[in-house]
């Protein structure tokens, strides 16, 4: 299995401000994705980290409102641009792939954002 | 795109048997998961159905039907401890898993 770390836990920022998030995985993995999930409904997939290119995002998110780093087989960043109330949510960080089954995708504990 | 609809809550006693149900619409198949999520933690692996039939794990069991698109998380000998959120999901070749809007589950003694 593998285990995500997340910095920060959570944070309270001021619209208008920016925010990165970074994740830590303990083994190499193939893939990393970023979801959103606001309190009490699902997981929405924002983007998947690609190592060395461009993250790939899903409809309704874009690279200049969340751009994403991911230097090696280990960590990724998420930056939440420019954020507004409505970016208010819990953000999650996930892998799979290599060491872990392939089948399985393991979860962060997430980073819980609050834009005042 | 894909679609995924489970029930949005369900209620037992300890004891107990539930079946939370999904069925999905996908433009690619590679299987069927399902995660639990308890309050404020993060979604852990409870298991995952790539070809038809009933694959168990202790206390919990998955089922899929492929033909109907429709597959199942039994949860048998129900425990206050099982009460979280269950979410079904489902994967495309090489991307991520896209879930449903999940089924909470409320355990009562």
């Known amino acids: 299995s593998a285990v995500i770390s997340q910095k920060p836990s959570r944070d309270i920022c001021q619209r208008g401000t920016s925010l990165t998030i970074q994740c830590q995985v303990d083994s190499q993995v193939t893939m990393m994705f970023w979801y959103r999930q606001q309190p009490g409904q699902s997981l929405t997939l924002i983007a998947t980290?690609?190592?060395?290119?461009?993250?790939?995002?899903e409809s309704g998110f874009v690279i200049d409102k969340f751009p994403i780093s991911r230097p090696n087989l280990t960590f990724s960043t998420l930056t939440v641009s420019n954020m507004s109330p409505e970016d208010s949510s819990i953000y999650l960080c996930?892998?799979?792939?290599?060491?872990?089954?392939?089948?399985?995708?393991?979860f962060g504990p997430g980073t819980r954002l609050t834009v005042l | 795109g894909q679609s995924l609809e489970q029930p949005s809550e369900v209620t037992a006693v300890e004891g107990a048997i539930v079946q939370i149900n999904c069925t999905y619409q996908t433009s690619g198949f590679y299987g069927l998961s399902w995660y639990q999520q308890h309050d404020g933690g993060a979604p852990t692996f409870l298991s995952y159905n790539a070809l038809d039939g009933l694959e168990e794990t202790g206390r919990f069991s998955s089922f899929l039907s492929r033909s109907d698109s429709y597959g199942y998380l039994l949860l048998q000998e129900l425990q206050m401890k099982d009460s979280a959120s269950y979410f079904c999901?489902?994967?495309?070749?090489?991307?991520?898993?896209?879930f449903g809007k999940g089924t909470t589950l409320s355990v009562s003694s």
């Open positions: 999901a489902v994967k495309e070749a090489g991307t991520a898993l896209i």
């Open positions: 996930s892998a799979s792939g290599m060491t872990t089954r392939h089948n399985e995708q393991f």
């Open positions: 980290a690609n190592q060395g290119s461009e993250a790939t995002y």
